[in-house]
C-alpha cells in the first residue's frame, strides 16, 4: 500500500527543472521531519535532503545549491524544487514524512511510491 503520493517527476534535458510533490495521507495526527531520497541505477538509494517541522533543510552535497525542499503543513506536502538538472541526477526519487498515526499515536516513516526522473539531452 503506498503511504505517501508523488508526482512530478519525467525527462528532462541537462540545465533543466523539475519539481516534485508529496503528499501525506489526510488521517494523520502530526508530521515531524519529512525529506526526499533517491536511488540512481546500480546503486543504492542516497538521502537527497531533509526538512524538520520548523523548516529548516539539509542537503547532501551533490544536490546543494540545486535542490530546494519546501513543505506545506496545512496540505501535509513536501515538495523538491530540482534546477539546473544533471545526467547524473537520474534516478528515482522517494519521498518520506515521519508520522505520528492518529489511531495508535505511533510514528512511522512513510514512503512515497517513487518517481522517476530522467535527464538526458
Known amino acids: 500500500q503506498v503511504q505517501l503520493v508523488e508526482s512530478g517527476g519525467g525527462w528532462v534535458q ?3 527543472s523539475l519539481r516534485l510533490s508529496c503528499a501525506a ?3 494523520i495526527f502530526r508530521i515531524n521531519a519529512m525529506g526526499w531520497y533517491r536511488q540512481a541505477p546500480g546503486k543504492q538509494r542516497e538521502l537527497v ?3 524538520s517541522s520548523s523548516g529548516s533543510t539539509v542537503y547532501a552535497d551533490p544536490v546543494k545549491g540545486r535542490f530546494t525542499i519546501s513543505r506545506d503543513n496545512a496540505k501535509s506536502t513536501v515538495y523538491l524544487q530540482i534546477d ?3 545526467p547524473e541526477d537520474t534516478a528515482v526519487y ?3 514524512s ?3 498515526e492518529t489511531s495508535t499515536r505511533t510514528w512511522y516513516k512513510y ?3 517513487g518517481l522517476q526522473v530522467t535527464v538526458s539531452s
Do not use: E, M
Request: contains cysteine; aromatic residues 14%; glycine residues 24%.
Open 14 to 16: 541537462p540545465g533543466g
Open 25 to 27: 495521507p489526510g488521517r
Open 49 to 51: 535532503g531533509t526538512i
Open 84 to 86: 539546473s538538472l544533471k
Open 94 to 96: 522517494f519521498c518520506y
Open 98 to 100: 515521519d508520522i505520528q
Open 111 to 113: 514512503w512515497g511510491q
